[in-house]
Structures are given as structure tokens and as C-alpha cells.
């Protein structure tokens, strides 16, 4: 065999060398390793599928998450304001007899609101589990719910609430709940309206993670919820009305509110 | 789909990792006796070399899912089966020679004085081939079974085995001379 000037190459030997290896793999290896491979196939999918599936189980995580938060902040929410809305001053007495030293208003109305605050309360329950603003009463304010953004506003039992409430002034009510513009202690007995039979819209804690109990507290007082936005001239007019209506109290907690929203304007003589 | 005979080995080594079994069949069909040789032809034990071939082919198939092109398939799949080997001879420590290309060269086997038959010379000059293989230093034998059985080019044996493409050079020229210098009498 002559050297050859390709080194690495030498098609004799490579031909001598095939003659003489017809090794092969034994027939049962070949079994073993082919099923191997189709079980890895048929287990691959599998694998592939959870890799493909992290991305929109990893957005449902967030999603879960996200309305668990919101959710619990909802209800810590609501539980504060369960304790003002059924305080005399956002959920004025219904024409009912009231126990004497029972500061909640009559829940003869809507005898599931502390059912509906005790389920949401119960550690049972967990609170990203609860569905949020179930409306615990037969008949919810329609208007509200289906104009304000239903995170912000639900129907709850036993508030006073404008029965046909435009989207405007339902918006502006919420404003003025969630400025906190309402004064809760002062007017309590002048915002008991007859009117507050209906279910009312009230706060959702949703309106703000670091809403202060002052801008919790409802301010959704039908008196000056259209009012909100307007000038002081407005309110003295809506003020004479009620006065001229002879409705005294509804007058006098006008004026009190006007005196804390404006307290740089005077209040006419004929209206203190 | 049905799988392309024609398709090249990392196309066939894709639709396997996509999941398609065939191809998997295809590939093995086409590398199973050349990995199955050099196993056998660097270990010289029947039985060893049906333990690491499966080995081999289990690890490619735990693999799959890793798979990239990045090199030509049999260079990747004879990388796969010379770390095994190592792994097997660490474990046995029966120690890889290392670049021991100034081993001696046996003395080559005189071909017979009679006439023989055109087959048997053709099988005798395979025999003596082989022998003159496993004499071989592991890493030269390594370098001429990778190059006949993978067809891996220089560089590819480099890869292969990890080293440089100069030692793999240097590798397989040794184990040619050798073997050329083993066959003379056959010419």
C-alpha cells in the first residue's frame, strides 16, 4: 500500500475496514430503545404542553391574585362601611318603630344584611373566595349598578338610595363618597329621609385603597347629590326649596353640609 | 405528517423532539450500526458495548427536548456516545491510553503462501485490519472508527472527542500510517 498524499484519508483501508464489520446492535436492543423512544413521545406532550401552558397559567395566576386583592380590599371595605351604613346616618330609619338604644337603623327591611356581613366576615370564607357585591336584597338599585363601574358601587340592603338616579348624579355621587365630602356625624337625624326604603348603592372599598374612614363614610345623601358640582347658588335655591316644601330637616342638613363645603360663603339671613 | 425518508438527520432529530416517533426510527435505522461499532470496536466487549449503546441512545432520547442544531447530528450522537465511553472507562479504570502515538506498530501478519480464494483474502485482510485496530492506541482507533463509522470529517472527530482540531489531525494520521504500515504485506 503506497503512501498516499491525503493523510487523512485512505479509501482502501475504509473499504477493507467495511468488508470486515457487519457488527450490528442485538435485535432486543433495537425493541427496547425504540419503544423507549415512542414512550418518550408519547410522555412528551405532556412536558411540552405545561411548557407551553406557563404562560396563560402564569396570567391566570396574576389575574387570581389580582382579583383576590381586590376582592379582600372590597370586603374589608364593605365591613367598614357595613358599620356606617347601618349607622343612622347613611341608612336613615325607615318609618318603623326602632328599639330605643339601637343605633343600627331597622333591618326589618332587609332582615339578610348581617346575614350578608356575617358571611363576609366568616373566616370560612376566605375573602378571595367571596363573590363580590352580592346584592343581599331582592331589589338593588338598578341605575347605579348598571352605570357606575361596578367595582365602585354596589347595591346594598337597607340604604337610602335614589330610586331613578341618572348616570350623572349617580357619578357625582360617587364623587362625593369618594372625596369624603359627606359629614356623617353631624346630620344624622336631618338626612332621615321616608325615602330609604329602596336599596341603596353604598361605597365600595374599591373606591380607594387608602380611602380614609372620612372619604369611607357614605356621603351618597340624596339631598345634595346633584349638588355636588354645583356653585354655592345652587344649593341656597335647593335650600329655600325645602324650606318653602317645609322640609326642615332636609333644609337644615342642606345648610349644614353647604356651611362645610363653603364655609367662605354667607349664608342668607332668611335661610339660617 | 408522514416523516421524509429523505430528510437530513437534524431534521429527522427536530420532528423527534416535535414529537414525531417515526423520525426517531429513521435516525436510529441510519446510526445505529456505526455507533453500535465503535462502541464495540473501543471497548472490545460484546456485552459492554450493548450496555452503553443503549445508554447512548437513552441519554439522545432524555435529550430531545434540548435538542438544537448547532453541529451536523452524528457528530452530536458520537459525542454522545464517547462521553459514555469515558464515563465507563473512569469507571473501570482501565484508563484511556493517552496520546501514545510513538506506540510501537505491530508487526503485520503475513498473508498466507498459498493461494487462497478471492472471499477468504478479502475476509483475512479485514481480519488483519481489525487486529491491527485494536492495537491501536484508544484515542487513534477512536479517531479512524469515528471517521469510517460517523463519516466525520477532522474537525467533527474534533468536536467529538474534545479535543482540538490539530490532535485529531495528529490522531488519525498515526492511526492511518499505522494501519497502512500494518497492511503492507496484503499489497
Given at each position: 500500500?503506497?503512501?498516499?498524499?491525503?493523510?487523512?484519508?485512505?479509501?482502501?483501508?475504509?473499504?477493507?475496514?467495511?468488508?470486515?464489520?457487519a457488527a450490528e446492535p442485538p435485535a432486543r436492543l433495537d425493541d427496547t430503545i425504540r419503544a423507549a423512544a415512542r414512550r418518550a413521545v408519547a410522555a412528551g406532550p405532556r412536558r411540552a404542553g405545561v411548557r407551553r401552558s406557563m404562560v396563560p397559567v402564569s396570567l391566570a395566576a396574576v389575574i387570581v391574585l389580582s382579583v383576590t386583592v381586590v376582592t379582600m380590599m372590597r370586603e374589608q371595605g364593605a365591613d367598614r362601611l357595613d358599620s356606617t351604613t347601618l349607622s343612622p346616618e347613611t341608612a336613615p330609619p325607615a318609618p318603623v318603630a326602632v328599639?330605643?338604644?339601637?343605633?343600627?337603623?331597622?333591618?326589618?327591611?332587609?332582615?339578610?344584611?348581617?346575614?350578608?356581613?356575617?358571611?363576609?366576615?366568616?373566616?370560612?370564607?376566605?375573602?378571595?373566595?367571596?363573590?363580590?357585591?352580592?346584592?343581599?336584597?331582592?331589589?338593588?338599585?338598578?341605575?347605579?349598578?348598571?352605570?357606575?363601574?361596578?367595582?365602585?358601587?354596589?347595591?346594598?340592603p337597607g340604604m337610602?338610595?335614589?330610586?331613578?338616579?341618572?348616570?350623572?348624579?349617580?357619578?357625582?355621587?360617587?364623587?362625593?363618597?369618594?372625596?369624603?365630602?359627606?359629614?356623617?356625624?353631624?346630620?344624622?337625624?336631618?338626612?332621615?329621609?321616608?325615602?330609604?326604603?329602596?336599596p341603596a348603592p353604598m361605597v365600595d372599598a374599591a373606591s380607594g385603597a387608602g380611602a380614609s374612614a372620612k372619604s369611607a363614610a357614605p356621603a351618597g345623601n340624596a339631598l345634595w347629590q346633584d349638588l355636588v358640582l354645583a356653585p354655592p347658588e345652587k344649593w341656597l335655591q335647593r335650600i329655600a326649596e325645602l324650606r318653602h316644601a317645609g322640609k326642615t330637616a332636609d333644609a337644615a342638613a342642606l345648610v349644614a353640609e353647604f356651611r362645610r363645603r363653603f364655609p367662605g360663603e354667607e349664608l342668607p339671613q332668611d335661610l339660617r | 405528517m408522514p416523516t421524509d425518508t429523505d430528510a437530513t438527520d437534524e431534521a429527522l432529530m427536530l420532528g423527534y423532539r416535535d414529537g414525531d416517533a417515526a423520525a426517531f426510527d429513521l435516525?436510529?435505522?441510519?446510526?445505529?450500526?456505526?455507533?453500535?461499532?465503535?462502541?464495540?470496536?473501543?471497548?472490545?466487549?460484546?456485552?459492554?458495548?450493548?450496555?452503553?449503546?443503549?445508554?447512548?441512545?437513552?441519554?439522545?432520547?432524555?435529550?430531545?427536548a434540548s435538542?438544537?442544531?448547532?453541529?451536523?447530528?452524528?457528530?452530536?450522537?458520537?459525542?454522545?456516545?464517547?462521553?459514555?465511553?469515558?464515563?465507563?472507562f473512569r469507571r473501570d479504570d482501565c484508563g484511556v491510553s493517552l496520546d501514545d502515538e510513538s506506540a510501537p506498530i505491530d508487526e503485520p501478519v503475513a498473508p498466507r503462501s498459498t493461494e487462497p480464494e478471492p472471499g477468504t483474502v478479502a475476509r483475512e485482510q479485514a481480519a488483519q485490519l481489525l487486529a491491527l485496530l485494536d492495537a491501536l492506541p484508544d484515542e487513534q482507533r477512536a479517531a479512524f472508527v469515528l471517521q469510517q463509522e460517523g463519516g466525520l470529517s477532522i474537525e467533527e472527530i474534533a468536536v467529538a472527542t474534545g479535543v482540538t482540531r490539530e490532535t485529531a489531525k495528529s490522531r488519525l494520521r498515526y492511526a492511518l500510517a499505522k494501519l497502512r504500515q500494518g497492511m503492507q504485506a496484503w499489497q
Open positions: 500500500m503506497t503512501p498516499r498524499p491525503d493523510m487523512e484519508h485512505d479509501p482502501q483501508l475504509a473499504a477493507i475496514y467495511r468488508a470486515g464489520t328599639q330605643p338604644g339601637d343605633a343600627r337603623p331597622p333591618v326589618v327591611t332587609a332582615p339578610k344584611v348581617p346575614e350578608a356581613s356575617t358571611a363576609r366576615r366568616s373566616p370560612a370564607a376566605p375573602p378571595g373566595l367571596v363573590a363580590p357585591a352580592e346584592p343581599a336584597a331582592p331589589a338593588p338599585a338598578p341605575a347605579l349598578q348598571a352605570d357606575s363601574p361596578p367595582r365602585r358601587v354596589t347595591a346594598e337610602a338610595a335614589p330610586d331613578s338616579e341618572s348616570p350623572a348624579k349617580a357619578k357625582a355621587a360617587e364623587m362625593t363618597r369618594s372625596e369624603g365630602f359627606a359629614d356623617t356625624s353631624r346630620d344624622n337625624a336631618a338626612v332621615r329621609s321616608p325615602r330609604r326604603s329602596a | 435516525l436510529y435505522g441510519r446510526h445505529k450500526g456505526g455507533v453500535y461499532r465503535y462502541l464495540l470496536r473501543q471497548c472490545r466487549n460484546a456485552a459492554l458495548a450493548d450496555e452503553l449503546f443503549q445508554d447512548v441512545w437513552m441519554n439522545l432520547i432524555r435529550a430531545r435538542y438544537t442544531v448547532q453541529a451536523k447530528f452524528s457528530t452530536y450522537l458520537y459525542r454522545i456516545a464517547h462521553n459514555r465511553l469515558m464515563d465507563q
